[in-house]
T-cell receptor
Framework: DAGITQSPRHKVTETGTPVTLRCHQT?????MYWYRQDPGHGLRLIHY???????DKGEVSDGYSVSRSKTEDFLLTLESATSSQTSVYFC???????????FGPGTRLTVL | GENVEQHPSTLSVQEGDSAVIKCTYS??????FPWYKQELGKGPQLIID?????GEKKDQRIAVTLNKTAKHFSLHITETQPEDSAVYFC??????????????FGKGTLLTVNP
């Protein structure tokens, strides 16, 4: 599992509340990614990081922000959750020099 | 940007038969093509990948073929077993640090292997 954990694994929240999802890795990988998975859309990249404090947007970044203050943690924040952000969120890491990506177990988020 | 199309969206086969899933991509600079298997309630798992310097790669019952001219690649599973039932995703990427190793995924294929 490439030493990737995600927390929480499940969360139910209400529209308008802030939500932070955490991705933690134990193997010091430089590259980390946040995806969302929705029926009929596959996996879509939200944000990614290529080092501590180095982040950039993916294809569906609106409404999301990220932070990476240390190598092992990559946080995804929904500043004001909306029902359209109900999804399963996956974190992934890439092993440097190979671009093989390995995924965490996912967080199921429901916004009521 | 890259666009990856995957077909079919669902595939049902009898145990022991072969299954083929096909993907096309749009960015001629893409040169890394992984395949992922996702079981219910789990994260995607990398099962095989191919880089553009080879046309075919095999690992036991699974194989991937790549046609760079036509910009398509395929996953082949032989002698299918019920435990092969899952959602399979293809993806494409430029194989360089400059791309930050970002993957573009197809929308997935639900494979059902009937005993």
């Amino acid at each position: 599992d490439a030493g990737i954990t995600q927390s929480p694994r499940h969360k139910v929240t209400e529209t308008g509340t802030p939500v932070t999802l955490r991705c933690h890795q134990t193997e010091n990988h430089r590259y980390m990614y946040w995806y969302r998975q929705d029926p009929g859309h596959g996996l879509r990249l939200i944000h990614y990081s290529y080092g501590v404090k180095d982040t950039d947007k993916g294809e569906v970044s609106d409404g999301y922000s990220v932070s990476r203050s240390k190598t092992e943690d990559f946080l995804l924040t929904l500043e004001s959750a909306t029902s359209s952000q109900t999804s399963v969120y996956f974190c992934a890491i890439a092993t440097s020099g190979t671009n093989e990506q390995f995924f965490g177990p996912g967080t199921r988020l429901t916004v009521l | 940007g890259e666009n990856v199309e995957q077909h079919p969206s669902t595939l049902s086969v009898q145990e022991g038969d072969s299954a083929v899933i096909k993907c096309t991509y749009s960015d001629s600079a893409s040169n890394y093509f992984p395949w992922y298997k996702q079981e219910l309630g789990k994260g995607p798992q990398l099962i095989i990948d191919i880089r553009s310097n080879v046309g075919e790669k095999k690992d036991q019952r699974i194989a991937v073929t790549l046609n760079k001219t036509a910009k398509h690649f395929s996953l082949h599973i032989t002698e299918t077993q019920p435990e092969d039932s899952a959602v399979y995703f293809c993806a494409a990427s430029r194989d360089s640090g400059g791309s930050n190793y970002k993957l573009t995924f197809g929308k997935g294929t639900l494979l059902t292997v009937n005993p």
